[in-house]
């Protein structure tokens, strides 16, 4: 494997995560009866910013994680965990 291929790979999340992630917000925040602005506006974020992130097109960091998981009222693992929503967690 080339350099410029694990460099790449370490780079970009899985399309599998990135689908629980913005899967994951998309229901805490409807669930909590939140538009994408309420949940920008709490965070400190542009609405288009938390519309991307739902719609699995951006990378983002662990910071932002910890600001949409405190907005939301879970944990970052309940964000990134498949099963979290299905198991009752954060409500």
């Given at each position: 494997m ?6 790449d ?29 309420a ?36 944990s ?5 965990t ?6 009752g967690?954060?409500?």
């Amino acid at each position: 494997m080339s350099k410029n291929t694990i460099k790449d790979k370490l780079r970009k999340p899985s399309e599998r995560i990135t689908r629980i992630l913005a899967s994951n917000i998309r229901t805490f925040r409807e669930i909590r009866e939140l538009s994408q602005e309420a949940l920008a506006e709490m965070c400190s974020l542009h609405r288009t910013y938390i519309g991307s992130v739902e719609r699995g097109e951006r990378n983002v960091t662990l910071s932002t994680l910890e600001l949409i998981a405190d907005a939301l009222g879970v944990s970052v693992p309940d964000l990134l965990t498949e099963e979290s929503i299905k198991n009752g967690r954060g409500k």
